[in-house]
């Protein structure tokens, strides 16, 4: 059975890899880059029917990382860090216990909706 699941988890690394390569594009001021793409693999041996079948769920997530994320608002990787520790920033996705966070390009874009003005004499969405 131990052959099975590496040569799953190898078929299942292979196509990340080439979605990672091919298709995981983002901006940056360098323009437009390839890979870093943020994905969790779940490893199940069994159907819904509880018979034998090693497969796997691979959730992508649409992050950027904290550089990104401070050229989108205006802001320091400082301001962003200061925000993550005092409350009331941008939502962030925790990647390790070393601090790696990243952000949603959705939730940065909502963030900025709600919590940043044109003018002073604009009231801003409540």
């Known amino acids: 059975m131990d052959e099975v699941r590496e040569a799953h988890d190898a078929?299942?690394?292979?196509?990340?890899s080439h979605l990672e390569e091919h298709?995981?594009?983002y901006r940056s001021p360098e323009g437009i880059r390839c890979g870093d793409m943020v994905a969790a693999k779940f490893d199940h041996a069994t159907s819904?029917?509880?018979?034998?079948?090693l497969h796997s769920h691979v959730f992508v997530v649409n992050a950027v990382h904290a550089k990104e994320t401070?050229?989108?608002v205006g802001m320091s990787v400082h301001w962003l860090r200061r925000k993550r520790w005092e409350g009331g920033g941008i939502p962030f996705i925790?990647?390790?216990q070393r601090g790696?966070?990243?952000y949603e390009e959705?939730?940065?874009r909502q963030y900025l909706d709600a919590h940043f003005r044109?003018?002073?004499h604009d009231p801003g969405r409540r």
């Not at 078929?11 to 990340?16: D, M, P």
């Not at 819904?48 to 079948?53: A, E, G, L, S």
């Open 23 to 25: 298709y995981s594009h």
């Open 48 to 53: 819904r029917n509880v018979d034998p079948q």
């Open 94 to 96: 925790k990647m390790s």
């Open 100 to 102: 790696a966070v990243r």
């Open 11 to 16: 078929a299942v690394l292979s196509v990340l």
């Open 118 to 120: 044109t003018s002073t």
């Open 70 to 72: 401070a050229q989108m």
């Open 106 to 108: 959705e939730t940065v």
